[in-house]
Structures are given as C-alpha cells and as structure tokens.
C-alpha cells in the first residue's frame, strides 16, 4: 500500500501518511478526500491517495542541512554541468573557494569529476559551463520527500499538488 499526501486546509502539502491514518481521518470528519485511485477499502470507500485536513494546520519552518548526500539529492544525482548521472558526482563550488566562494545551498551543486576539472578555479562563465539550473535553498525537507515519491510513474493523483514536482 502507497503512501497518503495530507494537504493542509489551504491546500500546501503537510505531510504523508499511511493509509489507514488517512482512513480514520476521513472517517472522523478531520479530512476531506481529493484524489483516490480506484481500489476499494471496502464497499463505497476508495483508497485515499490525497485528503485535505479541514483545519489549517500551523508548521514550524525546518532547516535541511547543508550535507553532501541533500546537495546530490536536490541535483537528482545529476551532474549540473553536462547532466551525466551514471558516474561518481562531487560537490562543485559555483564561486570557487579559492575566490571566496561560501558553503551554500546557492554556491554548490553536484558535479561529475570531468566537469569539476574542466571548470577549475574558474566561475561558470569564466568556464563557458552554464549551470543546467539554478541551484536554490530547497523549500522544505517535505518537498524533498515528496519528490523522492513522485519520482517515475508513481503516485500521478499527488503531481498537481506538488510545486515544482
Ligand atoms: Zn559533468
């Protein structure tokens, strides 16, 4: 059984949840259903695949730690130069270190070796390597999951949920 998308009552995704939680949401009246996907709980109750709680729920911001593993993650394990996947990807900084180049979300992005030498100690520019996109702060630790969830065919009723999925 997949995963459940809980929108808040303003519609931004909350969280995901198990089915059954779900169920018992809808059941006590706390969750409206969105999207189910055809399968039946049992008679005349679909399989909830996006509810929406009725009551808008506060959620405190959560930092994502800078850390190689997120970096490669928010970059889809892609090399944000030439856009190669199947290799060992390092972690390039766009402003070089050398040139005062911060450890930020905005100043490193995942690279293949290749095009880690080939860009040196230089600026994208400088290098004529354009950045395939702009490498941002991710917007939440949820975004990330969800992400990671709508990768493939999987879960197609959450897309129009998920900004910039
Ligand atoms: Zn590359």
Sequence with gaps: MGKVLVLNASYEPLNLTSWRRAVVLLLKGKAEQLEHNGKLVYTQFPLPTVI????????????????????????????????????????????????????????????????????????????????????????SSLHFELTRHLQGDRNQEWKKYVIGA
């Design 52 to 139: 929406r709680l009725r009551h808008y729920v506060r959620v405190p911001y959560k930092e994502i730690p800078l850390t190689r593993r997120n970096i490669l993650e928010r970059d889809n394990n892609m090399c944000q130069y030439c856009g190669t996947r199947n290799e060992q990807l390092t972690l390039d900084h766009v402003l070089p270190r050398s040139r005062g180049g911060p450890e930020t979300w905005e100043n490193i992005v995942a690279a293949c070796v290749r095009c880690n030498v080939r860009k040196g100690s230089r600026t994208p520019r400088e290098a004529n390597m354009p950045l395939n996109r702009h490498p941002r702060r991710p917007h």
